[in-house]
Nanobody
Framework: EVQLVESGGGLVQPGGSLRLSCAAS????????MSWVRQAPGKGLEWVSA????????AYVDSVKGRFTISRDNAKNLMYLQMNDLKPEDSALYYC????????????????WGQGTQVTVSS
């Protein structure tokens, strides 16, 4: 059974930092690209970042470039999102998601999603 479990969310002040984790199981983690996707209240899903299976290619939505860093540890079946200089507009439920391919392509193609972890940025 494929499982993706996010953790690390919480309440932080603007300008603060947070690291999200995604623990994967039930598939060969090192064979697939992974992404982080978020959803704010009243808004649709927004792709945030992705990394290919080998972690030698990454991509980010423009609004988080320079602030967020995606990484993965294939030996431990873990993916991370380091978030720095957080802004109120970053507040959302953050999901990790699995691509059906080694490359990340379009997030609409992703076949498994976690339950999400809540990030709230407020003072």
């Amino acid at each position: 059974e494929v499982q993706l479990v996010e953790s690390g969310g919480g309440l932080v002040q603007p300008g603060g930092s947070l690291r999200l984790s995604c623990a994967a199981s039930g598939f060969t983690f090192s064979n697939y690209a992974m992404s982080w996707v978020r959803q704010a209240p009243g808004k649709g899903l927004e792709w945030v970042s992705a990394t290919n299976s080998a972690a030698d290619s990454t991509a980010y939505v423009d609004s988080v470039k320079g602030r967020f860093t995606i990484s993965r540890d294939n030996a431990k079946n873990l993916m991370y999102l380091q978030m720095n200089d957080l802004k109120p507009e970053d507040s959302a439920l953050y999901y990790c998601a699995k691509s059906p391919q080694p490359g990340y392509y379009d997030v609409s193609e992703y076949d498994y999603w976690g339950q999400g972890t809540q990030v709230t940025v407020s003072s």
